[in-house]
């Protein structure tokens, strides 16, 4: 059973494209879909984690909002923290679930009992990965992820009792 998904942000999270203002700062969007699905996710009990190679106070800002309280940004590692996550809860590698899109996700792509890429994940990465999502990033693949763990989970009632 996946007790933990560890997200990755531009590509997965968001659409990775950078936009900026006049003023020099950053915007981006996030599907709605992914945030009510993160959240469900951690209302039934299990965890989740931002591990991304940005820092960004508007990902912070989307992290707390979301309940997620394994943050971590400007990680150029993030398979060392992947496993201090898995060390900190006591996980297995067949505990935990991780979505990635591009190359610095390689390692804690491989780490991660079940790995996941948006459609747009780039090539490497789609051929490592145990599931190539039918979504693109930023356009429901978290959502799409976290739906079929809770498939695999048999959480599908307790998901959807949350809000009904």
Not at 101 to 108: A, K, P, Q, R, V
Not at 123 to 133: A, F, H, M, Q, R
Request: with cysteine; glycine share 10%.
């Amino acid at each position: 059973m996946i007790k933990l998904i560890v997200l990755d942000v531009d590509g997965c999270l968001s659409d990775g494209k950078l936009t900026y203002t006049s003023n020099g700062e950053e915007i981006k969007g996030f599907n709605v879909k992914d945030g009510l699905g993160i959240s469900t996710w951690i209302k039934i009990g299990n965890y989740a984690a931002i591990i991304t190679g940005k820092d960004s106070p508007m990902v912070k800002r989307r992290a707390q909002e979301l309940g997620i309280t394994h943050f971590y940004q400007g990680i150029k590692d993030k398979d060392r923290v992947i496993k201090n996550i898995m060390t900190e809860l006591d996980l297995k590698s067949y505990e935990v679930a991780a979505i990635g899109d591009d190359l610095n996700d390689y390692n804690m792509l491989q780490i991660a009992g079940r790995s996941f890429t948006p459609n747009d994940g780039v090539e490497p990465i789609k051929e490592i990965v145990d599931t190539v999502l039918a979504k693109k990033g930023g356009d429901g693949a978290v959502r799409e992820m976290i739906d079929l763990l809770v498939k695999e989970n048999n959480q599908e009632s307790e998901f959807a009792g949350i809000w009904y």
